[in-house]
């Protein structure tokens, strides 16, 4: 692989000509409001090309509005955003262009093979026929699938699927990767191979990427930097060390959670919640 961008990718630079052009993704003031509800309130974030970056927080702290916002799946009540360059709300198609997502729930199909939901999504973003099938091979042979890529995804490991769900977000060459709990339910093992397989993309494709996580050691080990969210609003920015260093010789991430969350690492959340966190999980394997 090369370690430069791809032509793809720099084209979407080459386009960033705006004042904001040297972030990836730049809020000022964003909120969103549902009712009396202020879900989020008044957020500024700068993430870098190139910068694996966590948004973490309480549930409820308003992770998912701002990665719904920056999606352009729901749109701010007041503030700006820009995307790869691009404004949330002007640009929607340029923003949805540049960039992947990857949720929480499942997306890839288990009935279907790997290979087939790699060329269903092809399809989808539409890539031409002629480079469809070059675009499949180089996914698969980048996230190690090959050898099953003709097995139906319901016999494939947690670890095996969340890779294909990363092969598919990236068919298109985005330049900018949304992650939503990208290793939920997954072991140990599983979940330092989907760690490798992210890094492998910012250094081989120069691909931005921002994770929520409730994962303290991934927020450590992945993450150029963090943001904390406590009740829609950042409480800090920083690199996971110097965050720690902040509160102390002996801090961990969790004590560094504790402090900027307004409180310890939640387990509780609406029976919603838990139910589509242990479903998920369950479905993983």
């Not at 009540?77 to 404004?87: L, N, P, Q």
């Not at 969340?162 to 949304?178: D, G, S, T, V, Y």
């Amino acid at each position: 692989m090369s370690n430069t961008a791809t032509p793809h990718l720099q084209r979407i630079a080459n386009m960033n000509t705006t004042k904001h052009d040297s972030f990836a993704i730049n809020t000022s003031e964003l909120t969103r409001q549902f009712g009396n509800l202020i879900a989020v309130d008044h957020v500024k974030l700068q993430v870098a090309y190139g910068e694996i970056f966590g948004l973490l927080g309480a549930n409820g702290a308003g992770k998912s509005t701002v990665i719904k916002m920056l999606t352009t799946l729901l749109p701010p009540t007041s503030g700006t955003a820009e995307v790869g360059g691009f404004d949330v709300i002007k640009f929607q198609g340029a923003v949805r262009r540049s960039i992947g997502y990857v949720s929480q729930l499942l997306s890839a199909d288990g009935a279907l093979t790997g290979y087939e939901n790699l060329r269903l999504s092809a399809k989808l973003y539409g890539l031409d026929k002629a480079e469809r099938e070059q675009r499949i091979a180089n996914a698969l042979a980048f996230m190690g699938l090959e050898d099953s890529s003709h097995n139906l995804v319901r016999t494939y490991s947690g670890g095996m699927i969340r890779r294909l769900e990363l092969a598919q977000a990236m068919l298109h060459r985005p330049a900018i990767l949304f992650l939503d709990e990208p290793t939920i339910g997954l072991d140990p093992v599983a979940r330092h191979l989907v760690w490798d397989r992210l890094l492998d993309l910012r250094r081989d494709y120069g691909m931005t990427v921002l994770i929520t996580t409730h994962d303290m050691e991934e927020a450590e080990e992945l993450c150029d930097r963090l943001a904390i969210l406590h009740r829609g609003r950042v409480s800090v920015v920083g690199k996971p060390a110097e965050l720690r260093a902040g509160l102390g010789d002996d801090a961990s991430m969790d004590d560094v959670f504790a402090h900027y969350a307004g409180g310890s690492i939640q387990e509780s959340g609406t029976f919603r919640e838990v139910a589509r966190t242990r479903r998920t999980a369950h479905r993983l394997g």
